[in-house]
């Protein structure tokens, strides 16, 4: 197959300017030169980046996952890219043939939906959560997985065409989750590259109450919009539990708490369980929907 063509998305809220421009120097130098980069600023006007991206100032803040549907949105419109690369504003790519090898895979594979990047700190160290799957003991492990992160991928537009664009209403968390399962249940794969690193820095997610919050409404969306029926209460069951294991912050428990009750009573969109042949296809992959 001829390689595919590349486009860039990168959503900003202008707080990371030195990392933002380190990140765009490492775009710039790849192997294989994107088509187009777009870079989305959510609530900031972006006139302080020099940078030859087309530039989407908006006027609010539309979260991570609808800042990225407006870039996906201009992508598509301009009818010249195949694949899509979405990338942290703080990451930074620390090769030069990043953008080589994503072209390689997909064009080896019309099926492959999704690539996950592997992502490291400073030193080198990828972190247990940064490794999509269960037995996260060795981030140097390749292959299908059920899930990406969100810091660096690559989307293959036919596969977007067919089952949407991110869940803007999540506006953060779970949000990769959501849009993995759409994939999966539409036959594609996802593959987690770990050749393929994003360095990013160590922080923790977990540093406000708004977190704890989203991360419970959202999980409850997910579960409510994609899981049959039987598996609801067992999949929220089992997140109940390992949320009270692992609190310990009683302001944390609380935006939780509230974030869980606004779940269950608010819209949560349109309901499109996943059939179960992907619930048996997920459990093979080492990871059944309901951890």
């Known amino acids: 197959m001829p ?18 421009e380190a990140l765009l120097a490492s775009v710039a130098k790849q192997d294989a030169p994107a088509a187009r980069v777009v870079l989305v600023g959510n609530a900031t006007p972006l006139t302080d980046v020099a940078t030859d991206a087309t530039k989407v100032p ?12 407006v870039g996906l949105k201009l992508l598509r419109e301009s009818g010249d890219v195949d694949v899509v690369i979405e990338l942290d504003d703080d990451g930074l790519l620390i090769a030069d043939d990043v953008f080589g090898q994503i072209q390689q895979l997909f064009a080896a594979d019309p099926k ?8 490291a700190d400073e030193s080198g160290h990828t972190e247990r959560r940064w490794v999509p799957r269960l037995r996260a003991d060795d981030p140097m492990r390749r292959g299908q997985v059920t899930a990406f992160l969100g810091g660096g ?42 050749d393929l690193v994003l360095q990013h820095p160590k922080t923790s997610p977990a540093r406000h109450a708004v977190y704890y ?6 999980r409850v969306w997910l579960a409510r919009r994609r ?19 692992r609190l310990r912050s009683l302001s944390g428990l609380r935006a939780w708490c509230g974030g869980f009750v606004e779940g269950l009573r608010s819209p949560c969109g349109s ?3 996943m059939k179960w042949r992907t619930v048996w296809r997920m459990t093979r992959l080492g990871r059944p929907p309901l951890v």
């Open 153 to 194: 991928h690559a989307f293959s537009v036919p596969m977007l065409e067919r089952i949407g664009d991110w869940a803007g209403e999540f506006f953060f968390g779970h949000e990769e989750t959501d849009l993995a399962w759409r994939a999966l249940d539409d036959g594609w794969k996802i593959l987690y590259e770990p």
């Open 58 to 69: 908006l006027g609010e803040n539309l979260g991570c996952p609808g800042g990225r549907n």
């Open 271 to 273: 309901r499109k369980a």
């Open 213 to 218: 919050r989203f991360t419970a409404r959202n």
């Open 112 to 119: 492959l939906g999704i690539i996950g990047f592997r992502v």
């Open 227 to 245: 899981l049959p029926l039987p598996l609801i209460p067992v999949h929220l069951g089992v997140w109940i539990v390992l949320t009270l294991s």
């Open 3 to 20: 390689l595919p063509r590349l486009g860039v998305v990168i959503v900003t809220m202008g707080t990371r300017p030195h990392e933002l």
